[in-house]
């Protein structure tokens, strides 16, 4: 059966970002640390009775809205509460997101006491008008000073969440944010570029992007950038230094399995009793609806499907997937792949590993046009 982590949501923030489509919302009351992990403990302990047998834990990843305007306390309590539950990997990757707006030093101090091993640090720029135009509640630098209580709180394993395309955002703007951040020598950096989603106030409101030609230029010096500076691009989005690939979301994108708990957190379950089947789950979404009564939702993924949710998570990775592991993941044979695969070879879109004909690559072109690879798909 494939690796199982664990994502805990944390539904608040201190104020919703104009571009962010997660499930977030504002904190509008007090006392919110007990309630919350009262509805964690109930959601853990229903997870728990569901899933049958024993599961040890690959990783865990706390992200959100902001798990840092958490106590450290309320993090070691909910640490407590799995592992009085799961057993976790000696070794398993253990992420907290944080927001430079909402740590200290004794924070950081206590996460790390916690048994917190990766911090993951929301950026997004390290120029203040920038940040100020994406709604952050942070400076630049308020952005270094958390990277900093971070290293001195003993955490040898950072990422820094950064973003490009931003309104007004010129070429140089954008090489100076990777200088900056690399200059840190973070383990990891998460850098992608700003969509404009439904459901967001930049939806209702559009600002004004660089256009196409700058997109791509910002895009072609970065890779250029972090590969002098010795990250290696693993996924589109994801650079790191060697062997500090982030472990939780390379199991999500090898079609790994994961619990989601929290408000409107997704898991993934595989389950072999009675032939393979795989199911999705949900959680309520309103953060004071889940407080009241934390539902559970699922689904099984329908087998004509299958192709598509693997292919959309494992080609995100430069390595690909191997032929094995989709049969292992998906439950289906590999010839079910067999003419989406041809196509996407004689595109230049997928290629086979050098050394290995059951290894299956995306190409550089593959990675850059993935939704057009995807459409491949019969």
């Known amino acids: 059966m494939p690796p199982v982590s664990l994502y805990i949501h944390f539904p608040w923030c201190v104020k919703k970002c104009p571009y962010c489509d997660f499930n977030s919302f504002e904190l509008d009351h007090d006392n ?14 229903e997870e728990k009775e569901i899933v049958a047998g024993p599961i040890t834990l690959h990783s865990i990843f706390m992200g959100g809205g902001t798990p840092s305007l958490f106590s450290a306390d309320a993090i070691h ?17 253990i992420t907290l ?5 909402t740590t200290d030093q004794a924070s950081f101090d206590g996460y790390y006491n916690a048994g917190v091993n990766r911090i993951s640090i929301g950026v997004q720029s390290f120029q203040d008008e920038l940040l100020l135009a994406l709604g952050r509640i942070h400076s630049a630098d308020d952005a270094l000073h958390a990277f900093s209580a971070a290293r001195s709180a003993g955490f040898s394993n950072i990422n820094i969440d950064l973003m490009h395309g931003l309104p007004g955002q010129t070429l140089d703007a954008a090489m100076e944010d990777l200088e900056i951040a690399t200059s840190l020598e973070s383990e990891h950096l998460s850098w992608y570029q700003l969509t404009i989603e439904p459901n967001t106030y930049f939806h209702k409101f ?12 910002i895009f072609e010096q970065g ?3 972090l590969e002098r500076k010795g990250f290696c691009r693993y996924e589109i989005s994801a650079f790191s230094k060697p062997s500090y690939q982030c472990q939780h979301n390379c199991n999500y994108w090898s079609f790994g399995d994961y619990l989601g708990i929290g408000a409107g957190a997704h898991g993934k379950i595989s389950i072999s009793d009675s032939g ?14 889940y407080l009241k009564n934390p539902r559970r939702k699922s689904t099984r993924i329908p087998p004509g499907s299958l192709v598509l949710e693997f292919m959309m998570n494992a080609l995100r990775l430069k390595d690909g997937f191997t032929l094995s592991r989709f049969e292992q993941r998906t439950g289906l044979p590999k010839d079910k792949i067999a003419i989406f695969l041809q196509a996407g070879l004689d595109r230049q879109l997928l290629r086979y590993d050098d ?4 290894h299956i690559l995306p190409t550089e072109l593959g990675m850059r046009y993935l939704d057009e690879l995807l459409l491949l798909i019969d």
Do not use: C, H
């Open 32 to 45: 919110f640390e007990q309630e919350y992990l009262n509805a964690l403990q109930s959601d853990l302990n």
């Open 77 to 93: 309590r909910v640490l407590d509460m799995v592992n009085g539950l799961f057993t976790i990997e000696a070794n398993a990757e």
């Open 97 to 101: 997101e944080a927001n430079p707006g």
């Open 206 to 217: 559009p600002p004004k992007l660089p256009d196409e030609d700058r997109l791509w230029d």
């Open 223 to 225: 890779l250029l950038l």
């Open 276 to 289: 393979f089947t795989i199911e999705r789950t949900t959680r309520t979404r309103s953060p004071q609806d």
């Open 355 to 358: 050394n290995d004909d059951q």
